[in-house]
């Protein structure tokens, strides 16, 4: 009975451990961005790929609809990235304009040949989660999404981010605690 108990109070600890430590407020309501070395690649050496395009911003577009059919509502999905491994990404209801590129969560990205591995956040799952893509001339296909623990499921996507110009103001900093 003991040994139950505390078995109970170390899993207890390992899941409250788990979430990441915050640093700013985001401005869509009630989200945080996680600290950096809550992300796993923020500790792998970055290598700049000419393939992303950091004066451009890469977006998708996606229609959602009730489980019914109804109330079918597009939303936008944009990436803009940096050239020292930092990705800012966020989900709006209308389409992006220049000053949205400036705001939204900041990730971590790597590529090696063609392919991209994008780090975020999921605030809905409250957990980390890989991106995997083909980088293209008029954008990003991504093909697949994994939770990042060990034995976190994969779901298998098709989202094409295409590529357009944009204007910045900002660049992306990483903010601090």
């Known amino acids: 009975m003991a040994y139950n108990k505390i078995n109970i109070l170390i899993l207890l600890i390992l899941c409250f451990s788990c979430h990441p430590k915050w640093v700013a407020s985001l ?11 809550a992300y796993k690649s923020s500790r792998v050496p970055f290598i700049y790929s000419n393939l992303i395009d950091t004066n451009a911003v890469y977006i998708n577009e996606m229609e ?39 705001k939204g969560q900041i990730c971590f990205y790597n590529v090696e040949g063609t392919s991209i591995r994008v780090e975020k956040y999921n605030h809905d799952l409250e957990d980390f989660e890989y991106w995997y893509g083909r980088i293209n001339e008029d ?39």
């Open 64 to 102: 959602l609809v009730h489980t019914d059919g109804s109330n079918s509502h597009i939303y936008y999905t944009f990436m803009r990235f940096s050239g020292n491994g930092l990705v800012k990404a966020q989900i709006l209801p209308k389409k992006p304009s220049d000053d949205d590129y400036n």
């Open 139 to 177: 954008g990003i296909y991504f093909t697949k999404r994994k939770k990042r623990e060990l034995f976190g499921g994969v779901e298998r996507i098709n989202a094409l981010y295409r590529k357009q110009p944009a204007n910045f103001t900002q660049p992306i900093i990483f903010p601090n605690k």
């Open 27 to 37: 401005k869509e309501q009630g989200k945080k961005q996680p600290v950096k070395e």
